[in-house]
């Protein structure tokens, strides 16, 4: 998207240096790595256009970054995958910095012993 000149000579390099849609879509899963979300569901929570997200969505699936079935998307599971995207370190960052970053010590000890009974077990 461009801007125009007054924008350029007078917005700060931060506000510039916004996340793009894509990267706010991968943040956002990879901040609900345990779920999976609808694009409108995505747009709501990020605050973007849900055709934007739809084609974000899209582009990040061209790229093995997000996962789709049905109507729902995640994350990938691939933590290299996600590790070798260039933004994905930012919108880690970014999401962090507004989420907090994840205590998963603290995660564990709250966490279940046992499988939610949806889970079917596959011994």
Known sequence: MSIDRDTFENTSEDELA????????LGFLA??????FKAREIA?????????VSTALS???DRDLVEHKATYWAVTDDDERLEG???YERATALFNDQLSEEDKASWREHAPSEPH???ENEQ
């Open 85 to 87: 995207y260039s933004s």
């Open 117 to 119: 009974p949806s889970v």
């Open 59 to 61: 582009r990040l699936k």
């Open 44 to 52: 709501s929570q990020i605050g973007v256009d849900e055709s934007a």
């Open 31 to 36: 901040a609900n790595e345990g779920r999976a």
């Open 18 to 25: 916004d996340l793009s849609v894509p990267d706010q879509v």
